[in-house]
């Protein structure tokens, strides 16, 4: 369970009007959302608030009933070992680890040890596609395949959470359809949360519920 | 951290392994240097060390005078004292060898009864000739003229038993025959040993001895019987252990060996400053990357530890490679040198390469230490940064931004002129190399601050590359600190050195021109050997046609102070003649009736006695001390341990010694020095004596001079050649990162040579810039090495100098080098793999 409540960002000493202000939001395993917006709107802002990644303003969040705005850097950092998952439209593959080893990375974060963390990770490249891939290099991947990679890092530590920031922004319409139902159905599957920010209503269209981020709050979209 | 995420961090180095291998390669040659120095002085010093046990053999006490050694009644005296039991006296000569230029061999003459008791290792063997019908007579040891030779020597002269060694005694050749061995002598010391009797007399030193090796009476403490000896001796004789023998030696070459150890440190230094700037462009390529693991959940302190294991990776394996080279450049150096790195305290030693497990240890250390330290503000920098912000692309940019440091900048150069005011700490210039340290520290720090100070104030010349660049680096500084870096450090040591070996070849030159105004120059031997002249010789020299006038000098060494250390003692004419490189005081002091005789010393033993012009000084002569007045302060680049002249006359009315070791001869005005050459060969000495004209002295000591500063210059080069390294890993770093807005540039019509130039430009203000800070650190650096890491060191001062040709032209070259170091290293961004890299953008 992902509860957000009355969420306020403003850009530091700006006497400006928040980024956002009385953003609420609730969400329960295996449930995902797509969060719109026009662009400034604080999107991408919003996914790393509830990441732990940028201070908040106002408001709360808590997953799985643990207070997160409460916590401090080095919690925050476990939290998100062990809770959360992240796909960005760069993929942020590391360029001198193979898939196999980067699908493994968050195992490895969490101790996990080498062989079995590898296997686990071909395991997971199995599910989405690329197990004969799993000795490659990222520099010989193409565009989807590497978004392919980046969703079984996501996935492969088992999640809460998986934030997604416009997975899709590098691929043509047909593969960004591929890649979105490959992402949202092992999601789903997992009994995970999903959110997810983009541009694209297409993309929007995969999720469960479709909300636009506005400076006043989350509004359902029209 | 779990193992597997040590990979993370350390398989990065692979990725960049152009940079990797030049961090390896600077840090390598660091390590190499410093170890390869320690390894070559511990092993001559080691044999040196080996040598002086053996000569002491199982003495617990040993009694010394200078090299002209003290009456053998001491020995008498010392010998029925209840506190020694066993009582060995020793003659040493350094004999100079006739037909080898300026080669002596020490020779012992001992008392072959005694010395059995207390140096059974000198006892010779007699051997019977190769050929010889009858077997050699054990009591040849006894004979005038028999001589025996350890293996080393035996080896060195190619002579056996039944064979001839001629040694010189004055300016007479002094034939021995070698009547055995001495086979308990190392393999590596050349000595030779006869009977004390003979060696008396062939030497013409009748009744003198120069050392007294004791065994004590059981139950006597070496402490005990030192102070009780000590009170029954003469002037200018000293009681010491062993241990104090060998370490008074070994002394001497202490702040020469410790000053070449920093300098090898300064060149691990600038391999540490590469190793930052290879990580701090590492982790800015990286940065997206950080964050991306930061938000996976990285902590921070795990972040910082991984980055640091990078630079740590870097200093170990650096240090191993670093370690293998020393030892090969060890076994080289003693193949090609010897034990002796040029300045002549290991001259004639021969020692050999064994592993130093401790030595290795702690420079695999200091290599991994200047890893660390490379990396660490680098990895502060990476914990430093904000996820979320450094997850966006184009954040690149905010870590150049490197803010002045103004304070830090200049409180360290001022922190380091306060600490160069401090005195030695045990004779080593401590807070001089703080100092030094310091200055180059805030060099650096003036980088980021300077840079778009020096930028603002370029003068708009129109070109657009030129344009850019200034932008570049007005708005990343951080570049420039990068690249500019390891610029820096290596332009201020070779700098410093340039100026600082600039001045003391010049004051050198000075000081050559006052001590040499004769025409000719003659003796028998170096001051410390067995030739001399006698006054029959100088008389008929002085009468030869041609010769205006001579100038004999007569050298001496003495034991002074309460230490009693030795130095040497320097009698010659002095108002009558033309002067002495003074510091302070007067060549013609008042002279009346009472007035103790004049004496001048060198600034060594000024610092040494902490004695000023007006004060007196005791000199042992002939036994007694004499009271002389100091009357001024002169500058001596020949002896370390001091020196002290005095007017020839007093000398000889006070000692008795009528000896000369050099003659300066003046010549009558139109007279060829050659023809008074001809004239001594045909008439004195047989062509025993040495003749020099004042130009090939010179030649020689300058050569002398050369040769020690010639490691100096192998570990300046390298460190510039680190810096260099510093600018092509930055700059092909630069350009590889820098591959999209290259694309950019070129979609907007520069041609790929306009990319190169712009490079070249950009390194070349970059390295204009670490230049002149290099520049002005580097003679800050001199300054110190001038005023107070030399004279503490090894008490001698000289005028500072400017090679001002020599650094324009090194300014010029480097910036020059680098330009082309940066076009060569970006040429890979020039390719057409950087039009493309903006399509990743699209």
Same mark, same amino acid.
């Given at each position: 369970?992902?509860?957000?409540?009355?969420?306020?960002?403003?850009?530091?000493?700006?006497?400006?009007?928040?980024?956002?202000?009385?953003?609420?939001?609730?969400?329960?395993?295996?449930?995902?959302?797509?969060?719109?917006?026009?662009?400034?709107?604080?999107?991408?802002?919003?996914?790393?608030?509830?990441?732990?990644?940028?201070?908040?303003?106002?408001?709360?969040?808590?997953?799985?009933?643990?207070?997160?705005?409460?916590?401090?850097?080095?919690?925050?950092?476990?939290?998100?070992?062990?809770?959360?998952?992240?796909?960005?439209?760069?993929?942020?593959?590391?360029?001198?680890?193979?898939?196999?080893?980067?699908?493994?990375?968050?195992?490895?974060?969490?101790?996990?040890?080498?062989?079995?963390?590898?296997?686990?990770?071909?395991?997971?490249?199995?599910?989405?596609?690329?197990?004969?891939?799993?000795?490659?290099?990222?520099?010989?991947?193409?565009?989807?395949?590497?978004?392919?990679?980046?969703?079984?890092?996501?996935?492969?530590?088992?999640?809460?959470?998986?934030?997604?920031?416009?997975?899709?922004?590098?691929?043509?319409?047909?593969?960004?359809?591929?890649?979105?139902?490959?992402?949202?159905?092992?999601?789903?599957?997992?009994?995970?949360?999903?959110?997810?920010?983009?541009?694209?209503?297409?993309?929007?269209?995969?999720?469960?519920?479709?909300?636009?981020?506005?400076?006043?709050?989350?509004?359902?979209?029209? | 951290?779990?193992?597997?995420?040590?990979?993370?961090?350390?398989?990065?180095?692979?990725? %960049?392994?152009?940079?990797?291998?030049?961090?390896?390669?600077?840090?390598? *040659?660091?390590?190499?240097?410093?170890?390869?120095?320690?390894?070559?002085?511990?092993?001559?010093?080691?044999?040196?060390?080996?040598?002086m046990r053996l000569l002491a053999g199982e003495a617990d006490l040993q009694i010394a005078g200078a090299q002209r050694g003290f009456s053998d009644a001491v020995y008498l005296r010392v010998a029925q004292r209840p506190e020694v039991a066993q009582a060995s006296p020793v003659l040493e000569v350094r004999a100079r060898l006739p037909d080898r230029e300026d080669e002596t061999l020490r020779v012992f003459g001992i008392d072959l009864?005694?010395?059995?008791?207390?140096?059974?290792?000198?006892?010779?063997?007699?051997?019977?000739?190769?050929?010889?019908?009858?077997?050699?007579?054990?009591?040849?040891?006894?004979?005038?003229?028999?001589?025996?030779?350890?293996?080393?020597?035996?080896?060195?002269?190619?002579?056996?038993?039944?064979?001839?060694?001629?040694?010189?005694?004055?300016?007479?050749?002094?034939?021995?025959?070698?009547?055995?061995?001495?086979?308990?002598?190392?393999?590596?010391?050349?000595?030779?040993?006869?009977?004390?009797?003979?060696?008396?007399?062939?030497?013409?030193?009748?009744?003198?001895?120069?050392?007294?090796?004791?065994?004590?009476?059981?139950?006597?403490?070496?402490?005990?019987?030192?102070?009780?000896?000590?009170?029954?001796?003469?002037?200018?004789?000293?009681?010491m252990t062993p241990a104090d023998a060998e370490s008074e030696a070994l002394g001497l070459s202490r702040a020469y060996r410790i000053n070449l150890t920093m300098l090898a440190a300064i060149a691990l230094l600038t391999g540490g400053f590469l190793v930052f700037s290879s990580q701090l462009l590492s982790v800015v390529r990286r940065r997206q990357e950080l964050a991306f693991l930061r938000a996976l959940g990285l902590d921070r302190?795990?972040?910082?530890?991984?980055?640091?294991?990078?630079?740590?990776?870097?200093?170990?394996?650096?240090?191993?490679?670093?370690?293998?080279?020393?030892?090969?450049?060890?076994?080289?150096?003693?193949?090609?040198?010897?034990?002796?790195?040029?300045?002549?305290?290991?001259?004639?030693?021969?020692?050999?390469?064994?592993?130093?497990?401790?030595?290795?240890?702690?420079?695999?250390?200091?290599?991994?230490?200047?890893?660390?330290?490379?990396?660490?503000?680098?990895?502060?920098?990476?914990?430093?940064?904000?996820?979320?912000?450094?997850?966006?692309?184009?954040?690149?940019?905010?870590?150049?931004?490197?803010?002045?440091?103004?304070? *830090?900048?200049?409180?360290?150069?001022?922190?380091?002129?306060?600490?160069?005011?401090?005195?030695?700490?045990?004779?080593?210039?401590?807070?001089?190399?703080?100092?030094?340290?310091?200055?180059?520290?805030?060099?650096?720090?003036?980088?980021?601050?300077?840079?778009?100070?020096?930028?603002?104030?370029?003068?708009?010349?129109?070109?657009?590359?030129?344009?850019?660049?200034?932008?570049?680096?007005?708005?990343?500084?951080?570049?420039?600190?990068?690249?500019?870096?390891?610029?820096?450090?290596?332009?201020?040591?070779?700098?410093?050195?340039?100026?600082?070996?600039?001045?003391?070849?010049?004051?050198?030159?000075?000081?050559?021109?006052?001590?040499?105004?004769?025409?000719?120059?003659?003796?028998?031997?170096?001051?410390?050997?067995?030739?001399?002249?006698?006054?029959?010789?100088?008389?008929?020299?002085?009468?030869?046609?041609?010769?205006? %006038?001579?100038?004999?000098?007569?050298?001496?060494?003495?034991?002074?102070?309460?230490?009693?250390?030795?130095?040497?003692?320097?009698?010659?004419?002095?108002?009558?003649?033309?002067? *002495?490189?003074?510091?302070?005081?007067?060549?013609?002091?008042?002279?009346?009736?009472?007035?103790?005789?004049?004496?001048?010393?060198?600034?060594?033993?000024?610092?040494?006695?902490?004695?000023?012009?007006?004060?007196?000084?005791?000199?042992? *002569?002939?036994?007694?001390?004499?009271?002389?007045?100091?009357?001024?302060?002169?500058?001596?680049?020949? %002896?370390?341990?001091?020196?002290?002249?005095?007017?020839?006359?007093?000398?000889?009315?006070?000692?008795?010694?009528?000896?000369?070791?050099?003659?300066?001869?003046?010549?009558?005005?139109?007279?060829?020095?050659?023809?008074?050459?001809?004239?001594?060969?045909?008439?004195?000495?047989?062509?025993?004596?040495?003749?020099?004209?004042?130009?090939?002295?010179?030649?020689?000591?300058?050569?002398?001079?050369?040769?020690?500063?010639?490691?100096?210059?192998?570990?300046?080069?390298?460190?510039?050649?680190?810096?260099?390294?510093?600018?092509?890993?930055?700059?092909?770093?630069?350009?590889?990162?820098?591959?999209?807005?290259?694309?950019?540039?070129?979609?907007?019509?520069?041609?790929?040579?306009?990319?190169?130039?712009?490079?070249?430009?950009?390194?070349?203000?970059?390295?204009?810039?670490?230049?002149?800070?290099?520049?002005?650190?580097?003679?800050?650096?001199?300054?110190?090495?001038?005023?107070?890491?030399?004279?503490?060191?090894?008490?001698?001062?000289?005028d500072m100098r400017l090679p001002v040709a020599v650094l324009v032209a090194f300014s010029l070259s480097l910036i020059l080098l680098a330009a082309l170091t940066a076009r060569l290293a970006g040429h890979q961004a020039m390719s057409q793999d950087a039009v493309l890299a903006v399509r990743e953008d699209w």
């Amino acid at each position: 369970m992902l509860s957000i409540e009355n969420l306020t960002k403003r850009f530091a000493a700006s006497p400006e009007p928040p980024l956002f202000e009385k953003v609420s939001l609730a969400l329960v395993p295996g449930e995902s959302v797509a969060i719109m917006g026009d662009s400034g709107v604080g999107k991408s802002t919003l996914l790393n608030c509830i990441a732990g990644l940028e201070p908040v303003d106002g408001g709360r969040i808590a997953l799985r009933g643990v207070e997160l705005t409460g916590l401090d850097e080095d919690a925050l950092a476990g939290l998100r070992r062990r809770e959360l998952g992240f796909v960005f439209q760069a993929c942020h593959i590391l360029p001198h680890l193979n898939l196999a080893q980067n699908v493994a990375l968050p195992l490895w974060l969490l101790g996990v040890a080498k062989g079995p963390a590898d296997e686990r990770a071909r395991a997971m490249l199995e599910q989405v596609g690329l197990a004969s891939r799993a000795d490659d290099w990222p520099r010989h991947l193409s565009g989807g395949e590497t978004q392919r990679v980046a969703i079984a890092r996501a996935l492969i530590h088992e999640p809460g959470v998986v934030l997604c920031d416009e997975p899709t922004g590098n691929l043509d319409p047909e593969r960004a359809a591929g890649v979105l139902e490959l992402l949202l159905g092992r999601i789903r599957e997992a009994g995970a949360i999903g959110i997810l920010v983009t541009h694209s209503r297409a993309a929007a269209g995969h999720a469960d519920r479709i909300l636009r981020l506005t400076h006043g709050g989350l509004i359902a979209a029209s | 951290m779990n193992s597997a995420l040590w990979y993370v961090f350390l398989a990065s180095l692979w990725r %960049r392994r152009l940079a990797t291998a030049l961090s390896l390669l600077a840090i390598a *040659l660091g390590v190499a240097l410093g170890l390869s120095v320690q390894l070559i002085n511990a092993a001559a010093l080691d044999e040196l060390g080996r040598g002086m046990r053996l000569l002491a053999g199982e003495a617990d006490l040993q009694i010394a005078g200078a090299q002209r050694g003290f009456s053998d009644a001491v020995y008498l005296r010392v010998a029925q004292r209840p506190e020694v039991a066993q009582a060995s006296p020793v003659l040493e000569v350094r004999a100079r060898l006739p037909d080898r230029e300026d080669e002596t061999l020490r020779v012992f003459g001992i008392d072959l009864f005694r010395a059995g008791q207390v140096t059974p290792l000198l006892l010779p063997e007699v051997e019977t000739p190769v050929g010889a019908d009858a077997e050699a007579d054990p009591l040849t040891v006894l004979e005038p003229d028999a001589v025996f030779l350890s293996p080393a020597a035996s080896r060195s002269l190619g002579l056996a038993a039944g064979e001839t060694l001629g040694v010189l005694s004055g300016v007479r050749v002094e034939p021995l025959r070698v009547a055995g061995s001495v086979p308990a002598a190392g393999a590596e010391q050349a000595l030779a040993v006869m009977d004390i009797a003979a060696a008396q007399q062939r030497f013409d030193r009748l009744g003198q001895i120069t050392r007294i090796d004791l065994r004590l009476a059981p139950g006597v403490g070496r402490q005990l019987a030192a102070e009780r000896l000590r009170a029954i001796l003469p002037p200018g004789v000293a009681v010491m252990t062993p241990a104090d023998a060998e370490s008074e030696a070994l002394g001497l070459s202490r702040a020469y060996r410790i000053n070449l150890t920093m300098l090898a440190a300064i060149a691990l230094l600038t391999g540490g400053f590469l190793v930052f700037s290879s990580q701090l462009l590492s982790v800015v390529r990286r940065r997206q990357e950080l964050a991306f693991l930061r938000a996976l959940g990285l902590d921070r302190a795990t972040l910082w530890r991984g980055l640091v294991a990078e630079g740590a990776a870097l200093g170990l394996v650096g240090g191993v490679f670093g370690v293998v080279l020393a030892y090969l450049l060890t076994a080289l150096a003693f193949a090609v040198v010897g034990g002796d790195l040029g300045a002549g305290f290991f001259r004639g030693v021969s020692p050999s390469l064994r592993f130093e497990p401790l030595l290795t240890l702690v420079y695999l250390v200091l290599g991994v230490f200047a890893g660390v330290a490379g990396a660490w503000l680098p990895a502060r920098e990476a914990v430093r940064m904000v996820p979320a912000r450094a997850l966006r692309s184009g954040d690149e940019s905010e870590a150049y931004r490197a803010p002045p440091r103004w304070t *830090l900048a200049f409180a360290s150069p001022i922190l380091a002129g306060v600490l160069a005011l401090l005195p030695p700490i045990g004779g080593m210039p401590v807070f001089g190399y703080l100092a030094v340290l310091l200055v180059l520290i805030g060099a650096v720090l003036l980088l980021p601050g300077a840079t778009p100070w020096v930028m603002a104030r370029l003068q708009d010349s129109g070109s657009t590359l030129l344009r850019l660049a200034r932008a570049r680096l007005s708005a990343a500084p951080g570049q420039a600190v990068v690249a500019g870096v390891g610029v820096v450090a290596s332009a201020a040591l070779a700098v410093s050195m340039a100026i600082m070996v600039y001045s003391f070849r010049g004051s050198v030159d000075d000081w050559l021109t006052q001590l040499l105004p004769a025409d000719l120059y003659l003796r028998a031997s170096s001051s410390s050997a067995s030739g001399y002249l006698d006054p029959a010789v100088v008389a008929r020299v002085a009468e030869l046609p041609g010769v205006a %006038r001579v100038r004999p000098v007569r050298f001496e060494s003495i034991r002074l102070g309460p230490e009693r250390f030795e130095m040497t003692l320097i009698a010659r004419p002095v108002r009558s003649s033309t002067g *002495l490189p003074l510091v302070a005081g007067t060549l013609r002091p008042p002279t009346g009736a009472g007035t103790p005789p004049p004496a001048w010393i060198s600034e060594a033993l000024a610092d040494r006695l902490r004695l000023a012009v007006g004060e007196s000084i005791s000199l042992p *002569l002939a036994g007694r001390l004499h009271s002389f007045r100091v009357v001024g302060v002169w500058r001596d680049y020949a %002896r370390q341990r001091g020196a002290v002249v005095i007017e020839i006359e007093d000398y000889r009315s006070l000692s008795g010694d009528r000896r000369t070791n050099d003659l300066g001869l003046f010549l009558a005005s139109g007279t060829e020095p050659e023809s008074v050459m001809a004239a001594i060969r045909d008439s004195v000495a047989g062509g025993v004596v040495q003749m020099r004209l004042p130009s090939e002295l010179r030649a020689m000591i300058l050569e002398i001079f050369d040769r020690t500063f010639l490691v100096t210059y192998l570990m300046e080069a390298v460190a510039v050649l680190i810096g260099l390294f510093g600018v092509s890993t930055t700059f092909a770093a630069l350009a590889t990162s820098r591959r999209k807005e290259f694309g950019i540039l070129r979609h907007l019509g520069l041609r790929r040579r306009q990319i190169g130039a712009l490079l070249a430009i950009e390194a070349a203000l970059t390295t204009a810039v670490g230049v002149v800070l290099g520049l002005a650190g580097g003679g800050a650096i001199a300054l110190i090495l001038v005023e107070v890491i030399n004279p503490q060191s090894f008490h001698w001062s000289m005028d500072m100098r400017l090679p001002v040709a020599v650094l324009v032209a090194f300014s010029l070259s480097l910036i020059l080098l680098a330009a082309l170091t940066a076009r060569l290293a970006g040429h890979q961004a020039m390719s057409q793999d950087a039009v493309l890299a903006v399509r990743e953008d699209w």
